[in-house]
């Protein structure tokens, strides 16, 4: 004799096996974070060259003559890299040359 076929509820489809992937978004993130950073500074028309040197020394810690350097090619070139470091500590530093509304940009 034949056998009848069935009808009713389909057995729910069989589910892909996860592939045998490490999980490595969290590793990769943490690694961009602390990949060099860079805050860039740009000119403006709106800031003395004092200011602009006493909160560069205010926000990276560098020397008066090293922000000095950094006022002068921010002056004559349009922009300068005024300091590298982890994302936070780039954040950080962009805080502080904000406070009195320089134009600053994080690269990564």
Known sequence: ???????????????PAAP???????????ERIKAPWRVILY????HTFDEVI???VKA????????ERHA?????????RV???EFE?????QGVLREIQLVTEIEG
């Open 1 to 15: 004799m034949a056998e009848v076929p069935r009808f009713g509820p389909a057995a729910p489809p069989a589910r």
């Open 20 to 30: 045998d992937v490490e999980v490595a978004v969290e590793e990769e993130v943490e």
């Open 43 to 46: 000119n403006d028309e709106i």
């Open 54 to 56: 006493r909160q560069v």
């Open 60 to 67: 990276t810690g560098c020397s008066v003559a090293q922000a």
């Open 72 to 80: 002068w090619t921010v002056h004559t070139e349009g922009k300068d």
């Open 83 to 85: 300091y590298e470091g």
């Open 89 to 93: 500590e780039c954040f950080r530093v």
